[in-house]
């Protein structure tokens, strides 16, 4: 039973992801007032891309060629092993937050050498900016989540969704409320969502993590915009399930599971609702105006922290 | 005599004979044969720290060997893993010596036989069981780390400054451990560790509040520890790269050993607001150093300043445990001790690579400034998977050996929070916030130093030109890249061994932290992570990711090469690419309140109109703002008090006498007057 729920889990979230990013796209189009292409359009355009032939920009090296695979593997095994259904998956184990957060990491390290790689000046820019960002997101998300741990003694994500499910008044405490705020702006930074960045622009002034793949066509294209659409799924799916945890499977039956899909994509869905809505009345901030933003997010994730401290 | 104690002699002897050999042979030899006792020395003494872990102990007492005090050897399990770290650095460094010195100054008499004798002392130092023993170590491992620093004095004259600061600081650091120790020892019967022991319960708070700041600060300068770090980033980057690595990731390691065993063995772990101390000077150096590291355009200078990082990090794993020993939480305090020590482990593992790979690249291109490196993954294949290796061993991510201690260390600061205590509150918060900038910072650094200097394209022609390094060097390069594999893969097989040494440093760290080979699931506390299985898992996904690609496309065809983007303006030149410089450009951007870098931007117009730019010079330099504000008004007022003294020597014997008598009889007058 735990094996089923951990094979749909994955099929939930590799399959739902370019969906999630497809109804995004569309919300924002209709807002915006244009037709929009529907919200199957990612899929269409993921099949096109895995069809077309591989090529190798010249220079580049075995990095460039394996960086996508490993971006996708390692939200792959995150997407495994986070309790996104059950509150103990079959690797329950495994889904230690610190550890899921290093791999996500380690994809986006993986992709910003592979942009280094090209020796283009885009690559290295986009390169450049991104590890900026990471640089201090990952701080963030880990402070964040650490202020989610101090209480309940275990950075199990398991652990900490079944506290918040005994306990449903931990979300409204100072400390889930500080830290929400801190992996809401961490998780917009990670995703390259706007005020941060803008995922459908090609403007080389302000192109983060477009500049970084611009080389990358073909099935390896299909490769990064999959994994960061999967990426997107796994940040909101961790946030809803982090502060919002009900709907997810206490014990094995079959129904709980059912109950589960049906919240998790209803859950994540709406938060990715609200984020493209959002989108549309905002615009992307300056490059070096982000910091600002992030040190600000990595202060309220450290208040956090120390409100765990004093409150425990 | 055990086996410890067999090895451990055995260990001593060999590389002591390694110096004479290399003093003896002539100079075709003597490479080979240095470098291979010294190897055998290094394993030597591997064996001894294992076997000290596994419960063995060796002591000797010689009291005729040093006049008045004589040498006390006792080999513990803590001294057992800083040996064994010691042992194990000095296998591959010795090993990459014989490719490395070949062919160069280096290949001297004197800098074949120092080496050995570096070892020697460093391995000597875990050992010593008395004041005098381990002072005598101690200035041996500096001196001889000293001569090795200055080895290439006449090539670069940076080195000779290097080497002034690094002798000045280092005796410095001699000097104040000596004041803690002697006043330590006036309070007890003699100088051994034993009786300083059972002297350190009789001693008021305070003076064992100085001893231990006294020790504190000259094993965190030796450490590389904010503010004492001054000599590192200037040592490390001038030494010979072999001797680079021995210093970053053997020698920096006494001073925790230092800390370790004079506050928690000698002292009793005393009171909470050392550890304090400790934890707040780790958090400054962790989240120090990794800045600077990032912004350093000198690869070898940013492997000193991630050095400063990572024993920083250590620090805050040896100030959680002091704080939680202090609290009498004896499993979170052994926690954060194995964290500490598996830190110190890794950091040898990773260090000791990445100053080899650094040096194997200095050596083919001539230049240690990653502007002018890239390229080298075609020119240099080897030096550069190596250098992969030891790059994500040290950016704390998985599946690298960093990300278990950094892991570990988190796990123990996670249940601070029953730690009573105003003060501790506000550090405890602050560390794990300096743990995870420093981790953040650090996958930049790492991501930038591999990226710019190993791939793209090369941007000068050294770098195109470079050729890959001997076979021994490459050899050894990948024996300590094994080592990091392991210890990333495999730290269940190594943590639970570490609970002697913690043991051994108090009896309130005594219990095993960890249980487990593939899993680690801490004990006491809940907690559990396997990188092993995590990387099948990785490997799994991988394979999957990459048959299922092939699977969907509808071509068999291999990879076509294509032009790269270039905005159809024809091919793109090396100079178009991002530098080391412009890389790290945000991140000074983000940072430049606590850096300061200074630069100038210099734009010379054509000569027609000042609306068109023939050329820019940018120029970066990123001064070392704590040494600017805390060292050079000390040099200052250092200088002028001599200037003021020079008044007085005025050449004239006669007025030299008539200091002498006056001086003497000023203290007859102030004993007549006080007694």
């Not at chain 2, 004896?330 to 260090?351: D, E, P, Q, S, Y």
């Not at chain 2, 080298?376 to 278990?404: D, I, K």
């Not at chain 2, 003294?645 to 007058?669: E, K, P, Q, W």
């Amino acid at each position: 039973m735990s094996v089923v729920s951990a094979v749909v889990q994955l099929g939930v979230v590799v399959l739902g992801s370019p969906l999630l990013v497809g109804v995004m796209r569309q919300m924002r189009a209709r807002m915006e007032g244009r037709v929009g292409p529907g919200a199957l359009q990612p899929w269409r355009d993921l099949r096109k891309l895995l069809r077309k032939e591989r090529i190798a920009p010249r220079g580049t090296s075995e990095v460039f060629q394996f960086a996508p695979v490993l971006l996708m593997a390692t939200t792959l095994v995150v997407a495994a092993v986070a309790p996104f259904l059950t509150i103990s998956p079959v690797l329950g184990p495994a889904g230690d937050l610190f550890a899921v957060v290093a791999l996500l990491t380690l994809g986006a390290a993986a992709l910003a050498l592979a942009g280094i790689d090209t020796g283009t000046a885009f690559g290295g820019m986009g390169a450049s900016r991104e590890m900026t960002i990471i640089a201090l997101v990952e701080p963030t998300l880990l402070v964040a989540i650490f202020a989610l741990s101090v209480r309940v003694g275990s950075t199990n994500l398991g652990d900490i969704i079944r506290a918040t499910v005994d306990d449903p008044a931990l979300v409204i405490s100072p400390v889930s409320l500080l830290a929400a705020v801190a992996l809401a702006l961490a998780i917009i930074a990670e995703t390259g969502r706007i005020p941060v960045d803008n995922p459908s622009t090609h403007l080389e002034l302000t192109m983060v993590h477009e500049a970084m793949v611009l080389e990358y066509a073909g099935p390896d294209l299909a490769l990064v915009e999959w994994a960061s659409a999967m990426r997107l799924t796994v940040f909101l799916g961790l946030f809803v399930n982090l502060f919002m945890p009900w709907g997810v499977a206490t014990d094995a039956s079959l129904v709980a599971l059912l109950v589960a899909v049906l919240m998790f994509v209803v859950k994540v869905g709406v938060l990715g609702s609200f984020l493209a809505a959002g989108e549309v009345f905002m615009a992307k901030l300056r490059l070096f105006r982000v910091p600002e933003l992030l040190a600000g997010s990595f202060l309220l994730a450290l208040l956090a922290v120390v409100a765990s401290y004093f409150l425990a | 005599m055990n086996l410890a104690a067999v090895s451990f002699v055995l260990a001593l002897a060999i590389s002591i004979l390694a110096a004479l050999t290399a003093l003896a042979v002539d100079n075709r030899v003597r490479l080979l044969a240095a470098g291979t006792l010294t190897a055998a020395g290094g394993a030597m003494a591997v064996v001894s720290g294992i076997a000290t872990l596994g419960g063995q102990t060796f002591v000797a007492d010689l009291p005729d060997l040093l006049p008045l005090f004589g040498v006390h050897i006792s080999l513990d399990a803590l001294g057992g893993v800083f040996v064994m770290v010691t042992g194990a650095v000095a296998v591959v460094v010795a090993i990459y010596g014989i490719g490395y010195a070949r062919g160069g100054a280096l290949r001297g008499r004197t800098v074949q036989a120092v080496v050995p004798l570096f070892v020697a002392a460093m391995l000597l130092v875990p050992a010593a069981a008395s004041v005098a023993t381990l002072l005598v170590a101690w200035e041996l491992m500096a001196l001889t780390s000293l001569i090795l620093v200055v080895a290439e004095h006449r090539k670069r004259p940076a080195v000779a400054i290097a080497g002034q600061w690094y002798a000045v600081m280092t005796h410095l650091g001699l000097v104040v451990i000596l004041i803690g120790l002697m006043i330590f020892a006036a309070h007890s019967s003699d100088d051994t560790f034993a009786a300083l022991r059972t002297a350190a319960d009789g001693l008021s708070p305070a003076i064992r509040g100085v001893v231990f700041v006294a020790t504190f600060a000259g094993f965190a300068s030796k450490a590389g520890a904010v503010p004492l770090h001054a000599w590192l980033p200037r040592a490390h980057p001038e030494a010979p790269s072999h001797v680079s690595a021995l210093m970053s990731a053997a020698m920096v390691n006494a001073g925790v050993y230092g800390i370790i065993r004079v506050g928690f063995d000698l002292l009793g772990a005393g009171a909470r607001w050392w550890w304090l101390l400790v934890l707040v000077v780790g958090a400054v150096s962790a989240v120090y150093g990794i800045l600077q590291a990032v912004l350093s355009t000198d690869l070898k200078r940013l492997l000193g300043y991630s050095t400063t990082e990572n024993m920083g990090i250590v620090l805050i794993g040896v100030g959680a445990a002091g704080i939680f020993a202090t609290s009498g939480q004896r499993v979170l305090a052994g926690l954060a001790m194995t964290a500490a020590l598996l830190h110190v482990i890794n950091h040898a593992a990773f260090k000791s690579l990445l100053f080899m790979a650094a040096g194997s690249v200095v050596q083919a291109t001539g230049t240690r400034s990653l502007d002018d490196l890239g390229g080298l993954r075609t020119t240099m294949p080897a030096t550069t998977a190596m250098f992969a290796v030891g790059a994500l061993a040290a950016s704390a991510l998985p599946p690298g050996a960093a990300f278990v201690s950094e892991w570990l260390l988190l796990q123990g600061l996670i249940h601070g929070v029953e730690t009573a205590g105003m003060a501790t509150a506000i550090a405890m918060p602050l560390s794990v916030a300096a743990v995870a900038l420093t981790a953040g910072v650090a996958v930049a650094t790492f991501v930038k130093a591999f990226g710019i200097g190993f791939l793209a394209k090369p941007r000068t022609r050294a770098a195109q030109n470079a050729v890959e390094r001997r076979p021994e060097m490459i050899a050894a390069m990948l024996t300590a890249a094994v080592l990091c594999g392991g210890l990333a893969l495999a730290p269940g097989l190594i943590v639970p061994q570490l609970a002697p040494a913690a043991g051994a440093a108090g009896p309130l760290l005594s219990d095993p932290a960890t249980e487990g080979a593939l899993t680690i699931r801490l004990q006491g506390v809940s907690g559990s992570l396997s990188p092993v299985l995590m990387m099948c898992a990785l490997m799994i996904a991988a394979v999957g990711v990459v048959a299922l690609t092939r699977l969907a496309s509808v071509t068999r065809a291999r990879r076509t090469e294509k032009r790269l983007w270039d905005c159809g303006a024809g091919p793109l030149s090396p100079r178009m690419e991002y530098t080391a410089t412009s890389f790290a450009e945000p991140l000074q951007r983000v940072f430049d309140d606590v850096l300061e870098p200074e630069f100038d931007v210099d734009v010379t117009h054509v000569r027609e109109s000042r609306y068109l730019v023939d050329r820019i010079e940018y120029r970066r330099r990123v001064p070392d703002r704590i040494e600017r504000r805390l060292y050079e008004p000390v040099l200052r007022a250092v200088a002028a008090w001599g200037r003021g003294g020079r008044g007085l020597a005025s050449g004239s014997v006669h007025r030299y006498l008539g200091y002498g008598f006056y001086t003497l009889i000023g203290v007859f007058v102030v004993l007549a007057v006080t007694r």
